[in-house]
């Protein structure tokens, strides 16, 4: 998968340009940034005040709403009052909320791990045609908004299902029909439909983490041990598991806390019986107001989900310690015998018949609710038949949402593109102490977000309650991770040698910028936007708080649509998510083809 | 005239100084080595001199015009990086063309001279190749066809040999020779192989922690070399300490013996000095020295084949390791134990004005 320069990831680039990569990121941190490059003419002070903006924005839109939280939680009343603690550990609800929470985030981890790592396994190990495509296409649920999963199971699972009209149609055949009440496979609103979402959401984890650390398992320690007299089961026992089995932990970890936080998929699916602590501190916050309690429940599930990614930072750490890896060629063989094809397709079919089956599900649904196909759903979008004051037409979100994107994606570049260099600065202290603060974001639940900022910036000093920038800034916030992350690898691969050799050769500063870096991290760059389109557009746990009820996104109107009564009402849901998962779909499809390097290095 | 002049160049990282009172002059369309041990300053003086980097003291002088205020991109030089440095994004041709472009030369004369460059390098019919699919040796003469292409007044070369193989090494270091020399370029080279200097220099500039510690032609370095840091650097490793026992006749007490050796300059009766043996100027004796040899007597520690010669390591009864290439014949051939006598051209005995130092390596 060669485009216009080599790929930068160990599992498509081959390891000799990992280590070009890696030898050129080594030099940056030794021989100084770009600012130095430019012949020391940058005014300092000019490059400091530019290096603040992200923690500038951090500050304010970060740490400020967490640190109102705490004020709010800790001394509602301004005197140190602990009574919302108290209430938490001495209330059994709050007990059994976080032995929910932690249970079926155990469940839905150990379920993705015994749907991914057979997938995971065979990827690693085979070599079969479309198997770029097909990678791919396992991805696509990560960039799903949750809206948009929720709905496709809706459209799958629910009473007027595919699946229950099938199973119907089976019990007509078999003249069963008339035995059983209602439809056949009751899901809506039990765990069991969370779980398999979650596993939805989260395989694509397991298949990308350890399948791509798998294919570069060099083969010979296996064979090595084979040599020495080790069996298949022995030899993966005790030379493959092993090896593994970092990345193993640190995919469950990901998956793990993914689940623990999960918001939109247990508030849609799950009904009001099912609730995660994220589900509970948006009940505290908005419907019942109790502001210290749901702060309360911030704090805790903050401490608990940094501890998770100090522990999971950890481990990757250590699953990154150099062990021989080898281009994924030298690894991966055809499938040629009847066993292997019979394991690639059962194991990667069956994962795509999975993550497929929901999505066209969806498409079919939102145009066939009630039998015939028609487009009337979509049509109905534009429409407002309640006249009510908080509703407006559907499609009018649909400009919302891209506005609102559209300012994230102008603002995440804007922070990311200064955070990413900051953190190529060839200080090294400085890198470590930016490089974690930059993720903090995304280790911090969407719903606390938008909670600390109902508490922080709905208030005077820092009023923005009204503002139209408020979605956009909590967007940038979720999403510019995504963007350094993105830029990081480009930028680590640019080699300082390459402005210095233009320079050289006599280009001005700023043809350097337009001859090496701009072509360079273009693509990068051109990534980065495209996350922050698609997070910004599928952003619901924040939005879901912070949103103005006359200014809603393409989510929020999902989750009012199909929480709505009647066919017109879920007709409407399903388009809506239709058209968002196809925005979604292409910006994941854009992604995919101009990425450099492994943006999964979360 | 020099064409450019460096003089009295400081520079420091931290507190560590780098560079310490650099100066020297590159004459027109000669080629000068700067050779010396990783960490010797060399690269760090490459970059000042492209203006990649400042001094913080001294000054750089191209044709009697101070260079400080002239930006990188204004001063014409080339420069070609040790890891070539080749933009990933462009293709062969473009690469090359890089340096035409910035000169807003038209793209007829760009083509033409681009292919021109790669026919000097021996690499027609590469313009659509992209980089990053070529070979070492391949990337090598694209970098340098990109530094030659725009015709620099100056070309820097930076270790542009060392991340070769051996064999490619040493043919492109030939061919590089007759190239420069070809276009008549004035160029710096800098390299930590003394072979490659060597082979490629006019004249040979040694640096030494920051600091020049002898220059001249290749010829008188490696004969004469300053210090016995320089010679065991040079791959000169027979040193002996010894004693100036009289000024006329002028006499040299040494482990070797009392050894009457033309006069050195500058030392006077009673110095220290250090005897450098050149390890090519034995010949195996058989009962004595040839008349006017010097004997040397010891037992030999190893005999190893290296090709051309046998490299003979013998333990002399002073306690010297010393090292000599000689041919043997198979049945002459010594083994490990064996006593054997040597005979040493006097010649082949420099003198050093110091005590052989401590084996520092540094680097």
């Known amino acids: 998968m060669r485009q216009g320069y080599p790929a930068t990831s160990i599992d498509e680039g081959g390891t000799a340009w990992y280590n070009v990569v890696r030898g050129a990121h080594e030099t940056v941190a030794r021989e100084g940034s770009l600012i130095q490059v430019r012949g020391g003419r940058w005014r300092p002070w000019i490059a400091v005040l530019v290096y603040l903006l992200p923690l500038l924005f951090l500050g304010l839109f970060f740490f400020y709403p967490l640190v109102e939280i705490f004020r709010l939680s800790l001394a509602p009343q301004g005197a140190l009052d602990l009574s919302p603690f108290r209430r938490l550990l001495s209330d059994p609800y709050y007990g059994r909320l976080l032995g929910f929470t932690t249970g079926q985030a155990l469940a839905s981890t150990l379920l993705t791990l015994l749907v991914g790592m057979p997938a995971a396994y065979a990827f690693a190990h085979y070599d079969f045609r479309g198997k770029a495509v097909l990678r791919a296409l396992t991805t696509i649920p990560f960039v799903l908004p949750t809206m948009v999963v929720a709905a496709a199971f809706t459209a799958l699972l629910g009473p007027q299902g595919h699946l229950n009209r099938g199973l119907l149609a089976i019990l007509d055949l078999l003249g069963l029909r008339g035995q059983i009440q209602g439809p056949p496979l009751q899901l809506q609103q039990t765990l069991a439909l969370v779980l398999i979402a979650h596993v939805f959401y989260n395989a694509a984890i397991i298949v990308r983490v350890v399948g791509g650390f798998w294919a570069n398992l060099d083969p010979r320690v296996e064979e090595a041990a084979r040599v020495l007299g080790a069996g298949h089961w022995r030899t993966f026992r005790e030379v493959t598991l092993p090896l593994l089995l970092p990345s193993i932990v640190a995919a469950s970890l990901l998956v793990f806390l993914f689940c623990f936080t999960s918001f939109g998929v247990i508030l849609v699916l799950g009904g009001p019986g099912l609730a995660t602590i994220e589900v509970e501190i948006y009940y505290q916050a908005v419907p019942l107001f109790n502001l210290p309690v749901a702060a309360a429940l911030s704090i805790g599930q903050m401490a608990f989900t940094y501890a998770i990614m100090a522990f999971y930072t950890r481990i990757q750490a250590k699953a990154s310690v150099p062990l021989n890896l080898r281009p994924s060629e030298a690894t991966q063989k055809r499938p040629a015998t009847l066993g292997s094809r019979l394991i690639v397709w059962s194991s990667v079919g069956g994962l795509l018949v999975f993550l497929l089956a929901p999505l066209l599900a969806l498409v079919d649904r939102s145009l066939s609710l009630e039998g015939p196909y028609t487009l009337r759903y979509y049509q109905a979008l534009m429409t407002n038949p309640t006249q009510s004051f908080f509703f407006v037409p559907p499609a009018e979100a649909i400009r919302n949402s891209l506005l609102v994107a559209s300012t994230t994606v102008a603002l995440s570049l804007t922070i990311g593109l200064i955070s990413a260099y900051l953190l190529t600065s060839p200080s090294a202290p400085l890198r470590s102490i930016l490089d974690p603060l930059f993720m903090l974001p995304l280790g911090t639940s969407a719903v606390t977000l938008g909670f600390g900022y109902i508490v922080a910036l709905g208030t005077p000093p820092l009023n923005l309650r009204t503002s139209l920038l408020l979605l956009p800034l909590a967007h940038t916030l979720v999403a510019f991770p995504f963007v350094v992350r993105s830029l990081l690898p480009a930028l680590r691969g640019m080699n300082p040698h390459w402005r210095e050799a233009a320079g050289v050769l006599g280009a001005s500063p700023l043809r350097v910028i337009r001859e090496i870096d701009l072509p360079i991290v273009a693509r990068a760059l051109l990534v980065g936007a495209v996350f922050a389109f698609t997070v910004s557009m599928g952003e619901f746990g924040a939005t879901l708080l912070i949103a103005r009820p006359r200014f809603p996104t393409m989510p929020v109107v999902i989750y009012r649509l199909l929480g709505g009564q009647g066919a017109l009402n879920q007709g409407q849901g399903l388009a809506m998510s239709t058209l968002l998962m196809i925005v979604c779909a292409v910006g994941f499809v854009l992604i995919e083809r101009f990425r450099v390097g492994e943006i999964g290095e979360f | ?363």
């Open chain 2, 1 to 363: 005239m020099a064409l450019l002049e460096v003089r009295s160049i400081y520079k420091s990282y931290g507190d560590t100084a780098v560079l310490e009172d650099i100066s020297f002059r590159v004459d027109e369309g000669k080629i000068v080595c700067l050779l010396g041990p990783s960490g010797c300053g060399k690269t760090t003086l490459l970059r000042i001199i492209a203006g990649l980097e400042t001094a913080e003291a001294g000054e750089v002088i191209y044709q009697n015009r101070p260079l400080v205020e002239v930006p990188v991109h204004r001063r014409g030089f080339g420069l070609m990086f040790q890891d070539y440095a080749l933009f990933p994004h462009k293709d062969v041709a473009a690469n090359v063309a890089f340096g035409l472009r910035m000169q807003s030369q038209t793209a007829a004369q760009i083509e033409q001279r681009v292919s021109e460059m790669l026919a000097l390098v021996g690499l027609e019919g590469y313009e659509a190749r992209r980089v990053y699919d070529l070979s070492g040796g391949e990337q090598q003469r694209v970098a340098l066809a990109r530094s030659l292409a725009p015709g620099p007044r100056l070309l820097m070369l930076d270790e542009p040999l060392g991340s070769l193989d051996r064999a490619l090494r040493e043919e492109l270091m030939n061919e590089l020779r007759s190239i420069l020399k070809d276009v008549g370029v004035t160029a710096i080279y800098v390299t930590h192989d003394q072979q490659e200097a060597f082979a490629l220099a006019d004249r040979v500039i040694i640096l030494r922690q920051g600091r020049i510690v002898q220059r001249g032609t290749p010829q008188d370095v490696y004969r004469y070399p300053a210090s016995s840091w320089v010679a065991r650097f040079l791959g000169l490793s027979n040193l002996v300490p010894g004693r100036i026992v009289g000024r006329t006749p002028f006499a040299v007490d040494s482990a070797l013996g009392r050894l009457a050796l033309p006069a050195l300059d500058g030392v006077a009766e009673g110095q220290e000095v250090t005897l450098l043996v050149r390890p090519e100027a034995a010949r195996l004796a058989q009962r004595a020295a040839e008349a006017g040899h010097i004997p040397i007597e010891g037992t030999v520690r190893r005999c190893s084949f290296r090709g051309s010669h046998y490299l003979l390591q013998i333990d002399h009864e002073a306690g010297l390791h010393l090292e000599f290439e000689l041919m043997f014949r198979a049945e002459d051939l010594p083994r490990r134990g064996d006593r054997i006598l040597l005979s040493l051209r006097p010649e082949a005995i420099s003198l050093l004005a110091e005590e052989p130092d401590e084996r520092s390596q540094d680097g």
